[in-house]
């Protein structure tokens, strides 16, 4: 029987990345995925002054970090990317915890916690 996995998504601060990664090594993940993304949340974007005119920025910079670990191992990686991220400020971000069926190594064909 394949073992539980979770994806964990999470959205931070750009700034951050660094200390999320660290924090994240320091438990043992060993592997990744970051993208750059564009959003907003409750803040609704803000309110810049460029050249005198007034225009409202909609989508704030932000990363997506993306990994997928073995169900026992989530509440620890949720705590390290929590701490590492937060600032306390409006806008520090979300992460998301989802269910996965399966993992296959493209490379050797191995499947579930093997393929991690």
Do not use: C, W
Request: net charge neutral.
């Amino acid at each position: 029987m394949e073992s539980v996995m979770k994806k964990i998504e999470a959205i931070i601060k750009p700034f951050k990345l660094d200390d999320v990664k660290e924090a994240l090594q320091e438990i043992g993940v060993q592997g990744l995925t970051v993208i750059e993304a564009k959003g907003f949340g409750r803040q609704k974007g803000h309110t810049e002054l460029y050249r005198g005119a007034e225009y409202v920025v909609d989508f704030l910079p932000k990363i997506k970090i993306e990994l997928v670990l073995p169900a026992d191992r989530v509440d620890a990686a949720i705590e390290a990317i929590q701490n590492a991220a937060q600032t306390g400020r409006i806008g520090d971000g979300k992460i998301f915890v989802s269910p996965i069926e399966s993992v296959i190594r493209i490379r050797t064909g191995e499947t579930g916690r093997d393929a991690l």
